[in-house]
């Protein structure tokens, strides 16, 4: 079965630095995810794609956050400057419709900020 | 405004027990409602999902939930625990017309042998 990729698997890097996290969704679908999971919270949508353009990135700290999707394919997430606040698990997810359809998840990137 | 809430943040059962995880939602409208699972270590992957028809829905591994309206209510259950159970649980919803899947703070469940 297609699988969501992303990389890397884990990331550590000190406060002030720039990360940068890669996703790679099954082939055809159109919606594309980014989730912020904290250890013992549920999910937290940070920004959607539909195609190359933002749906709802209400709740992405534009500020240090940014995401792209430039050809409507793969994704990156970069954060500038990384916060100790930020340390989280870094979940991709796609769809091929959006609505109801359900979230394929790919399997996280794991950051530690120090 | 859309919410889902879990109760109990962990639940333990012997193997081959009941499982019994519950998630209460608020919606203005009626919701899709989903269960995913989460393994260490790993992404979330779907259990079933309840979008209009019956209310009982069937999913992956011997899962099941009931959607009831009256009480606002989507619980999952498994007749008998199994080892390989053991994972965190969330419920979502999605709200008709919307976009944007909502998902609960999660149910750890811990199966002992």
């Known amino acids: 079965e297609a699988e969501v990729a992303q990389s890397p698997r884990y990331k550590i890097t000190e406060k002030s630095q720039a990360v940068a996290f890669w996703c790679d969704p099954i082939?055809?679908?159109?919606?594309l995810y980014w989730y912020r999971q904290i250890l013992g919270q549920g999910p937290e949508l940070l920004v959607q794609?539909?195609?190359?353009?933002?749906?709802?990135d209400s709740q992405l700290p534009k500020d240090r956050f940014s995401a792209e999707r430039l050809k409507g394919v793969d994704s990156t997430l970069k954060i500038q400057p990384a916060e100790l606040g930020d340390s989280a698990m870094y979940l991709c997810?796609?769809?091929?419709?959006?609505?109801?359809?359900?979230?394929?998840f790919g399997s996280g990137t794991q950051l530690s900020v120090l | 405004a859309q919410s889902v809430t879990q109760l109990g943040s962990h639940v333990s059962v012997s193997e081959g027990a009941l499982v019994l995880l519950r998630c209460n939602y608020s919606?203005?409208?009626?919701?899709?409602l989903f269960w995913y699972v989460q393994y260490p270590n790993q992404g979330l992957q779907l259990l079933l999902k309840?979008?209009?028809?019956?209310?009982l829905v069937k999913g992956i591994n011997g899962f099941e939930a009931e959607f009831k309206k009256s009480e606002t209510s989507f619980h999952l259950t498994k007749p008998s625990a199994h080892m390989s159970d053991a994972a965190e649980y969330f419920c979502?919803?999605?709200?008709?017309?919307?976009?944007?899947?909502?998902f609960g703070a999660g149910t750890r469940l811990f199966v002992k042998a």
């Open positions: 997810a796609s769809s091929f419709q959006g609505e109801n359809e359900k979230l394929f």
């Open positions: 082939s055809g679908h159109a919606t």
């Open positions: 794609f539909q195609d190359e353009s933002v749906v709802d």
């Open positions: 919606s203005s409208v009626p919701p899709y």
């Open positions: 309840y979008t209009t028809g019956a209310t």
């Open positions: 979502a919803l999605v709200s008709t017309g919307g976009f944007k899947t909502i």
